[in-house]
């Protein structure tokens, strides 16, 4: 659950000879000149590595891909599964243990596209949830599709990004005996990044380093939550009995897959009106209880989203508190002697290196709101 799959490109020759010292690639073919032809190819712990070259840059580069939840449970537990919650403390650990094992940094492996996705237990039939689910931002219309492992399977395709929601109960079956507990009307959620472009204008990520940082993890939390309130999904589509005349044809028509997509209808010509039409839908499912099941469900998301990332928020927020605390009183650190006066307050272990960076981002926050100043030359912080 969370980030989950990523295709990062590494160009850095330096980097490249790095990354080949812990990737075995292996050639797909040869010619008969024994010319290696590319990509040279490898997976570990669940990762495609692939070896190509580029003629405009006339050398090799690194093109790699996978899920990193995947990726976490299979170095950490051998398990090639990720039904199970996956937070931001154990996506920093996956990150960590990948530029350790790369031997580069991060910040020089450049997004592609990446996946966010979460698991919710539903009360209702999986397929039958899915069912409920009529259209995406009032006018994109679900492809239907059958997921392989489980039945059914929508997806909402948009020009930079995409929403995939499908019934992943019968592939978490397999993994029941792994300390997983109840895996009936199991749904996945995910939205998909398309593009580097997007990724950069949408969440702030163009590196896989930026995955480490607490603030864009957040942003990507609320671009999620954003793409999940423009689902329309209903409980019936039965008309109900109490509704007035004109909502009830109102009702009628909105259901329709058609209804906001009909170039015909002039008054949908605005974004404002169709806007307000749909509004006005909304309405009349809340005044009949129509949207419980999806309302249901948003609870059941905006919890997972906060646990995932409750933790590392305190810490940062402690940390704040307590550089501000410092500052106070000593006027002037370095940062070793803050590090020193923050670790002598028992808020964390500093040998952690993914309590380090949580550090990092307490001081980005406090620098970017003003509170603090750095010094670089004689990497002392003062306050503001």
Request: hydrophobic letters at 35%; proline letters at 2%.
């Amino acid at each position: 659950m969370a980030l989950d799959y990523f295709h990062a490109v590494v160009y850095d020759e330096d980097d490249v000879n790095s990354i080949r010292k812990y990737v075995t690639f292996r050639p797909v073919g040869y010619l008969d000149t024994q010319e290696i032809i590319y990509p040279l190819v490898d997976e570990i712990y669940g990762l495609e590595y692939k070896l190509l070259y580029s003629p405009e840059l006339n050398r090799e580069f690194v093109d790699v891909k996978g899920s990193l939840h995947k990726f976490y449970n299979n170095y950490k537990y051998n398990k090639n599964q990720n039904f199970d919650d996956f937070t931001f403390s154990q996506l920093q650990e996956a990150l960590l243990t990948l530029q350790k094992n790369w031997g580069c940094n991060l910040k020089h492996a450049f997004i592609k596209s990446f996946e966010f996705g979460i698991n919710i237990k539903v009360d209702t039939i999986a397929n039958d949830f899915i069912e409920r689910i009529l259209y995406y931002n009032t006018r994109v219309l679900p492809e239907d599709q059958s997921y392989v492992n489980s039945g059914k399977q929508i997806k909402f395709k948009c020009d930079s990004y995409y929403i995939k929601i499908y019934n992943k109960s019968q592939e978490a079956e397999l993994f029941k005996h792994e300390t997983l507990n109840d895996v009936k009307n199991l749904i996945r959620i995910e939205v998909k990044f398309r593009d580097s472009d997007y990724c950069k204008k949408a969440v702030k990520v163009e590196a896989l380093s930026d995955f480490l940082e607490i603030e864009k993890f957040n942003l990507i939390v609320k671009s999620f939550k954003s793409h999940w309130k423009k689902i329309l999904m209903i409980n019936s589509l039965i008309t109900p009995k109490e509704l007035s005349e004109s909502d009830a044809i109102h009702f009628g028509e909105c259901v329709k897959s058609k209804y906001f997509n009909n170039p015909i209808k002039e008054f949908f010509n605005s974004r404002q009106t169709r806007r307000n039409h749909y509004n006005k839908f909304i309405k009349i499912l809340d005044s009949v209880k129509y949207r419980t099941m999806y309302l249901d469900a948003s609870d059941i998301i905006d919890y997972k989203l906060s646990f995932l990332t409750h933790y590392e928020n305190e810490i940062v927020e402690k940390c704040m508190e307590a550089i501000i605390t410092s500052l106070k009183i000593f006027h002037k650190l370095h940062l070793n002697e803050l590090i020193k006066e923050i670790a002598g307050k028992s808020i964390f272990d500093f040998n952690n290196e993914k309590n380090q960076l949580l550090l990092k981002q307490a001081i980005c926050r406090l620098e970017d709101a003003g509170h603090i100043k750095h010094f670089p030359i004689s990497n002392k912080y003062i306050l503001i």
